[in-house]
């Protein structure tokens, strides 16, 4: 009766210390984010996304007030 005591203590503690660790780990990441790190997943889907917006900008004529021009200044 005590060993099985001890076995549920031992069990319940490995849980808690499961939890704690899971915990730390998405705050971890929340830091991280944060700080501007991002995952490779994630850098791979960006660097996709912004290589397909370059193609479009350069795919598509200039339009007049494009690149932050505003009528009747000179851009070049």
Known sequence: ?????L????????ELL???EFQSQLMQRKVARVAGLRGV???RELLA?????EEKVSESPA????RGCSSGQHCG
Not at 1 to 5: D, I, P, T, V, W
Not at 49 to 53: A, D, E, G, Q, R
């Open 49 to 53: 996304k912004i290589s397909k917006l």
């Open 63 to 66: 339009e007049p007030g494009s």
């Open 41 to 43: 997943a994630e850098k």
């Open 18 to 20: 499961y939890a704690v």
């Open 1 to 5: 009766l005590q060993l099985q005591k």
């Open 7 to 14: 076995d549920q203590e031992r069990q319940r503690q490995q």
